[in-house]
């Protein structure tokens, strides 16, 4: 029985360091950068500058779908699957877009690299593209993301825009930041395209 017990407790220590290990790694990865603009209670405005993405397409309809098809084959260019077997950091977040006929997952390059830079994907199927800048309307939730929670924040944001008379456009989409084994300290969010002409800060915001 007491062997019992220093075993579990020693298997516990072991996940408990692993976890704090995974979410200080999470951390330290490079994210995406952007700037807040204007901060409400449930929502925030950012503008994100022009970035390089590694891109794949796929008809899924579900967001777990779109990440068992799309991960692996996008983790698989950074990790050497290129014209150059070149390893590229990983960063986050990882977008996804879930439209009427095609669903999009994609990794953000690292700040260091233009496109004409990255090596080429073994995989045609992945496109490396440069997202344009622009301003989003962000909304931050946490715990283990599924199509119903991204969903129901979705409405939440689509809400709270509304009330606050800020127009927006496009799909919805959903920025994961965390590897699928990090327990704690997850960290998901919904973002959808907004007029930034028709919030109320001026661009002499933006430095």
Sequence with gaps: ??????????????????????????????????????KEKEFEIRYYPAAVMAKISSSSKSYRD???????????????GNSEQKQIAMTSPVHMDIGDTVATMAFVMPAKFKKEDLPKPDNTA?????????????????????????????????????????????????????????????RNEVIVSVNFTETTVQPSVIK
């Design 1 to 38: 029985m007491k062997i019992a017990i220093v075993v579990v407790s020693a298997l516990l220590v072991l996940f408990i360091v692993f976890q704090m290990y995974i979410s200080m790694v999470t951390n330290k990865s490079e994210q995406q950068a952007y700037k807040v603009i204007r």
């Design 66 to 80: 779109l990440g068992y098809s799309g991960f692996g084959k996008l983790a698989k260019y950074i990790f050497g």
């Design 126 to 186: 992945i496109q490396l593209e440069v997202a344009a800048a622009e301003y989003v309307a962000a909304l931050q939730f946490d715990g283990f993301a599924n199509t119903a929670s991204i969903d129901k924040n979705k409405a939440l944001l689509k809400k709270q825009l509304t009330a606050k008379g800020i127009s927006f456009y496009g799909n919805f989409r959903f920025l994961g930041y965390n590897p699928p084994y990090q327990l704690f300290g997850r």
